[in-house]
């Protein structure tokens, strides 16, 4: 089976979001790394929501909660003044993300994800995970 484009998957869900309707006010709002993580996040939602009720409170909470930190700690550190401290919260971001690829698989062996789902939200994670990566090393600079 073919798997389409990630970034047009995730950049099509967040089109679908008021706030990319939205001028940028804040630095973060112009990141691709921020927009592209948000529509991950949304997609997480999505996907926790749908989980059964027995796994409601443990991993689609789990999920949920892993996912938002990825957008959220970008916004965070890209409001900090010193390289350091916004590479420091650009590395929590990334943590987030590999917590959110380890919760899908135990998904995945629940039987409530199907295999070709799985890697697309795993290419995306990975793309993530190389964008913020990039902008920790840049930060680092400063």
Do not use: C
């Amino acid at each position: 089976m073919k798997l389409f484009s990630i970034s047009n998957l995730y950049l099509k869900a967040l089109s679908q979001v008021s706030v990319s309707r939205l001028d940028p006010v804040f630095k973060f709002e112009k990141l691709e790394v921020w927009k592209r993580s948000l529509a991950f996040a949304d997609e997480m939602y999505t996907l926790a929501d749908n989980l059964p009720q027995r796994y409601q409170f443990s991993l689609g909470e789990q999920l949920r909660r892993a996912a938002l930190s990825i957008p959220t700690n970008i916004a965070e550190g890209s409001g900090r003044e010193g390289g350091k401290e916004q590479a420091y919260f650009f590395g929590v971001a990334k943590g987030s993300v590999y917590e959110v690829v380890s919760l899908l698989a135990m998904v995945g062996k629940r039987g409530q994800l199907e295999a070709d789902q799985y890697q697309v939200h795993r290419q995306e994670a990975n793309e993530l995970a190389a964008m913020l990566s990039g902008l920790a090393r840049t930060a680092r600079k400063k």
